[in-house]
């Protein structure tokens, strides 16, 4: 595994069904939370490129055509994850991309207000390897 | 020493602190991702950023509740911060501490949150010293293969 300008985490999977793995971008500032994440989706045979803010999130969207999922931490300073999934679902190039939200906090207006902006699905830390499995084989299928 | 003697000693030590209660479900679950051989050295890694990250934390807050004016919404910051990565790697009784501190904050009780960090300190340095000995067990596994 190798480190990223950024705080960012690069993990090649092998192939899921004969081709590319899917690139999921992972968006958290703990830097704990990232490795977690990072680890359950490798487990899962997914590309992963954590980064740790909305602003990176968006420096990278902007310049890689590939990601086919982003999962991001709700409460981070500067830009909350809410506000880089607005900016996703603004976007044209980048609206059709799944986003799951995570949180340490099981606040139901919260995940409802989420839900409206579009993310798929709301995920309350500590996320587990069923969770992922759970969301993504239902967002992916 | 023996391998074997080696790992029994591991299993114990860790069955210990989920006894204890210093573990919970979630360090179960980071286990057993290793364990499906896809991310070795995963909970080494892991636990070591929560160990660095919460020392972090808990210096933060000494300080802050060290100024003449405590900001309590930096206070707060840092416990969520510190609550979120200890459930994240299972460190039950470091995220249990910081559930604690949460009153003493919102009050904007100073003296509460000092008390508060002492027991968080304390139990942060108690889960560090039981991980310090698991990996010491484990280096020492690994080096009898």
Redesign the interface.
């Known amino acids: 595994m190798s480190s990223v300008a950024g705080g960012g985490v690069v993990g090649a999977?092998a192939p899921a069904s004969g081709g590319a793995p899917l690139h999921v971008l992972a968006v958290d500032d703990?830097?704990?939370?990232r490795?977690?994440i990072s680890?359950?989706l490798?487990?899962s045979r997914f590309r992963v490129t954590a980064v740790d803010s909305g602003k990176r999130a968006l420096e990278l969207l902007g310049s890689e055509n590939n990601v086919g999922m982003i999962i991001t931490d709700y409460?981070m300073p500067e830009m909350t994850g809410y506000e880089l999934l607005k900016k996703v679902k603004e976007s044209s190039k980048l609206k059709q991309i799944p986003v799951v939200i995570m949180s340490?906090e099981n606040v139901p207006t919260r995940i409802s207000r989420c839900l409206e902006e579009g993310a798929e699905d709301f995920l309350v830390?500590?996320?587990?390897?069923s969770d992922v499995s759970r969301v993504f084989n239902r967002v992916l299928h | 020493m023996d391998a074997v003697v080696l790992k029994n000693q591991l299993n114990a030590h860790v069955a210990s602190m989920f006894t204890a209660g210093f573990l919970d479900n979630?360090f179960k679950?980071?286990q057993?991702?290793q364990d499906?051989g896809?991310?070795p050295g995963?909970v080494r890694?892991?636990v070591g950023?929560?160990l660095d990250?919460a020392e972090r934390i808990v210096g933060e807050i000494a300080v802050l509740l060290d100024q003449p004016v405590v900001d309590f919404d930096k206070v707060d910051a840092c416990v969520?911060?510190l609550?979120?990565?200890s459930?994240?790697?299972?460190a039950q009784r470091v995220k249990l501490s910081c559930s604690q501190f949460r009153s003493y904050y919102e009050e904007k009780n100073r003296d509460g949150c000092i008390m508060a960090l002492a027991v968080l300190r304390n139990e942060f340095y108690d889960t560090r010293s039981n991980f310090q000995i698991m990996f010491q067990l484990e280096q020492q596994i690994e080096a009898c293969s």
């Open positions: 999977a703990s830097s704990v939370d490795a977690v680890g359950i490798r487990s409460w340490s830390k500590p996320v587990r390897p | 979630q679950e980071l057993m991702l499906d896809s991310s995963f890694e892991v950023l929560f990250d969520h911060q609550k979120g990565s459930s994240s790697v299972g």
